[in-house]
Structure formats: structure tokens, C-alpha cells
């Protein structure tokens, strides 16, 4: 999962509540982004950053929040206006967005389940 | 536009056999196409990726893949397959033409790739 750390590995959220997924990585990549995985539907682009205090809403952007404060961090808030946040969560980063040969790493995920 | 096609769900295969996943592509410009294998409840780990030059790359773990540009395929492949192998593969476009400055990848939806020992 090469130097990306997301946490928690596991997290529930009641309806109403917003929650805030962590995503740190030490690669000193300036772009990083935050996919949605639903089975059968591989990966939705919900938001992504090319540097700091920079960010651009992908395809499935409402309902979410991120913010860009450090270079190393890229947290994601799902939010109560979310309709089904039962998901599976992947953050990424590349050298930069623009930059078509660069290579995504990816970090391990997180699995957020709506109680 | 870019999009990408994986038109398998699923591909099953035995221990010991070739092993094909399937990639079709389509852009605008010329592509940059990657390979990514996703183990269960874990994240992508990349594979391989084809920018330009020999049609034929090789990558991690025994896989290769052949762009084929007339086809515009990009289809995975491993001589011999191992029950280790068994997991999900996912295929990943870029345009070279990029898009407002920008260079997002398109996923396919995924391969399910089951080895039987």
C-alpha cells in the first residue's frame, strides 16, 4: 500500500452524524485523491487535490467535504447529506494531476457502514 | 472523453493454465492505460502501465500486458496462473490530451479473477 495510511481501518456512523476519514501519506506527492468503491461500480472519483489549499469535486462530489491544509493530508468528511455512505473508501496520491503518465498509489481503505 | 470497458465480471481459470483480463479503451488522444489488482479489503496495488514504445509490458508478479492499438485493447496477461492470483484486477485509462489541465484516470468496473487449484 506503498506511504499512504488512512484510518480507521473500520468505522460505523449513525444516520444524521458526519464523519471525517483520515488520509496521510509521506511520498511528497502533490496530487491526492478520494475514490468511492461500490461492488460492481469500481471506482467513483468523489474529490481530489493538486496542492495544497486546492481542491476539485470529481463526479460523485455531494455530500462530501476535504480540505487541503498540508501537503501530507487529504481528510474527507462525509457528511448527513450523504444518502448511502455505506462504502468503501480509497484514498490515492501521484506526483501531480498534471502529469497523464503518472502512477496512483493507494492506501488501504477505509470501510464505512451506516448503522 | 476517455472511458474504459472490462467486459468480463469474471474470469475463471485453473491452476497452471494462461490467464487473459480484458481491457478496451477509447480517448481522444493517445492513451496511458494501467493495471491495478485489488485483494479483498485492501487497496489497488499497481501492476503495470503502458506510456509509450513497445507494445508488450511486463510488470509485477508474472503479468504482462499487449496494447493493441488498433483494437484499442490493453488486455492482462500470465502464462501460468497460481490460486494466489485470484483477486480483483481493474483497468485504468488516461487521456493524453488531458482535460483542463488535468489528467484524471477512468476505472473500469473491475475483473473478478478466480484460480481453481
Known amino acids: 500500500d506503498g506511504g499512504i495510511t488512512q484510518s480507521p481501518k473500520y468505522l460505523f456512523r449513525k444516520e444524521g452524524q458526519n464523519v471525517t476519514l483520515s488520509c496521510e501519506q509521506n511520498l511528497n506527492h502533490d496530487a491526492m485523491y478520494w475514490y468511492r468503491q461500490d461492488p460492481g461500480q469500481g471506482l467513483r472519483l468523489i474529490y481530489y487535490s493538486q496542492i495544497v489549499n486546492d481542491f476539485q469535486k470529481g463526479d460523485i462530489a455531494e455530500g462530501y467535504s476535504v480540505s487541503r491544509e498540508k501537503k501530507e493530508s487529504f481528510p474527507l468528511t462525509v457528511t448527513s447529506a450523504q444518502k448511502n455512505p455505506t462504502a468503501f473508501y480509497l484514498c490515492?496520491?501521484?506526483?501531480?494531476?498534471?502529469?497523464?503518465?503518472?502512477?496512483?498509489?493507494f492506501g488501504p481503505g477505509t470501510r464505512l457502514t451506516v448503522l | 472523453a476517455q472511458s474504459v470497458a472490462q467486459p468480463e465480471d469474471q474470469v475463471n481459470v485453473a491452476e497452471g493454465n494462461p490467464l487473459t483480463v480484458k481491457c478496451t479503451y477509447s480517448v481522444s488522444g493517445n492513451p496511458y492505460l494501467f493495471w491495478y489488482v485489488q485483494y479483498p479489503n485492501r487497496g489497488l496495488q499497481f501492476l503495470l502501465k503502458y506510456i509509450t514504445g513497445d507494445n508488450l509490458v511486463k510488470g509485477s508478479y508474472g503479468f504482462e500486458a499487449e496494447f493493441n492499438k488498433s483494437q484499442t485493447s490493453f488486455h492482462l496477461k500470465k502464462p501460468s496462473a497460481l490460486v494466489s492470483d485470484s483477486a480483483l484486477y481493474f483497468c485504468?485509462?488516461?487521456?493524453?490530451?488531458?482535460?483542463?489541465?488535468?489528467?484524471?484516470?477512468?476505472f473500469g468496473r473491475g475483473t473478478s479473477l478466480i484460480v481453481h487449484p
Open positions: 490515492a496520491s501521484s506526483i501531480m494531476v498534471a502529469q497523464g503518465t503518472d502512477t496512483q498509489y
Open positions: 485504468a485509462v488516461r487521456d493524453s490530451r488531458g482535460s483542463g489541465g488535468s489528467y484524471i484516470p477512468t
